[in-house]
T-cell receptor
Framework: GQNIDQPTEMTATEGAIVQINCTYQ??????LFWYQQHAGEAPTFLSY????GLEEKGRFSSFLSRSKGYSYLLLKELQMKDSASYLC??????????????FGAGTQVVVTP | DTGVSQDPRHKITKRGQNVTFRCDPI?????LYWYRQTLGQGPEFLTY????????KSRLLSDRFSAERPKGSFSTLEIQRTEQGDSAMYLC???????????????FGAGTRLSVL
């Protein structure tokens, strides 16, 4: 999506930590979602933030700052299976009432041994 | 497995032919969405249904594209007179929208990969 920016690719070592940043511009913000997508597979839901702060779920955490239009997804204790594309999606109530999702282009995370 | 299922997984067609894809959402979900995804990009919204009503269509959805959800359960996406530019992954997602629940998480199917020769 044109208003959502995230890095194209990140590489990290197995066992390490990686932080994927996402910046967005919207005037009708109503939630930010992170999805994981392995090649050729469905995007799978990871996390949801609507209020500022950190949401932790096992090895994955997601942070949101609405005033800065910024989120990050933190992946800890990286495993080889975490190699995938990570999609940031913003729900926007500006143009209509139902809250359309707008996706970023995704960040390809490559985990090396 | 009661997730979102899509059929077929792959479709190869010649330019000018019509194709139809099917999506079966999670059974209790009242919303169904179609997206298109090309290599290296995130999903782009095409259209969405609340039960059987099609409530929005993207400008990306030309007149050659039509979607239905006749009984508020499964949905079909038809592309008429396919063009090479239609080659993409077509993803379906569903969600349960209820009053007072803000999340409205969308759950995706594995997609139908269309190749137009």
């Amino acid at each position: 999506g044109q208003n959502i920016d995230q890095p194209t690719e990140m590489t990290a070592t197995e066992g390490a930590i990686v932080q994927i940043n996402c910046t967005y511009q919207t005037s009708g913000f109503n939630g930010l979602f992170w999805y994981q997508q392995h090649a050729g597979e469905a995007p799978t839901f990871l996390s949801y933030n609507v209020l500022d702060g950190l949401e932790e779920k096992g090895r994955f955490s997601s942070f949101l700052s609405r005033s800065k239009g910024y989120s990050y997804l933190l992946l800890k204790e990286l495993q080889m299976k975490d190699s995938a594309s990570y999609l940031c999606a913003v729900r926007d109530l500006t143009t209509d009432s139902w809250g359309k999702f707008q996706f970023g282009a995704g960040t390809q995370v490559v985990v090396t041994p | 497995d009661t997730g979102v299922s899509q059929d077929p997984r792959h479709k190869i067609t010649k330019r000018g032919q019509n194709v139809t894809f099917r999506c079966d959402p999670i059974s209790e979900h009242n919303r169904l969405y179609w997206y298109r995804q090309t290599l290296g990009q995130g999903p782009e919204f095409l259209t969405y249904f609340q039960n059987e009503a099609q409530l929005e269509k993207s400008r990306l959805l030309s007149d050659r594209f039509s979607a239905e959800r006749p009984k508020g359960s499964f949905s079909t996406l038809e592309i008429q007179r396919t063009e090479q530019g239609d080659s993409a992954m077509y993803l379906c997602a569903s969600s349960l929208q209820t009053a007072g629940v803000a999340k409205n998480i969308q759950y995706f199917g594995a997609g139908t990969r269309l190749s137009v020769l």
